[in-house]
């Protein structure tokens, strides 16, 4: 039974992301693995429109000011999609791309996020164990 399970076709979804990149000439079965020393490869299932995150950014305040740094193949490309009419600025093209990548990428993020809430905890009994070692109330000092 479980050597048919793992010669089981895959099904559903995966399924059609299997057959999608077979299309286009990508063996996911080979993908699985990768070279000594080569970063691991991660497959990502991206929506081929972006209009609705357009629209989703288009409703959302965007009050938050960050300053970034392109190249200018980058800038070109900023550029470009101002050009189409689907965003108003550069800004606006940049921070579609960096909410989109932050969507691709929240796995890790939020990895990185559970991290930090440890650190946060550890500090916090850290600064209560000094307390008590050094005999002082945690507002002085």
Known sequence: ????????????????IKDQL????FDPESMCCTPEGAAPLKVVCVPSSLWASVEEMGR???????????DAETARTL???????????????????????????SRELQDLEDALTDVELAKTKLREKASQVLGTDEGEG
Do not use: H, N, Y
């Open 60 to 70: 959302a305040a965007r009050d938050q000011v960050v300053m970034v740094r392109v």
């Open 22 to 25: 077979e299309s286009q000439g």
């Open 79 to 105: 550029d470009a999609w101002v050009e189409t009419g689907a965003v108003k600025s550069r800004s606006e093209a940049a921070a579609l791309f960096i909410r989109e990548g932050l969507k691709v990428r």
């Open 1 to 16: 039974m479980a050597d048919q399970q793992k010669t089981k076709k895959p099904s559903g979804l995966w399924q059609l």
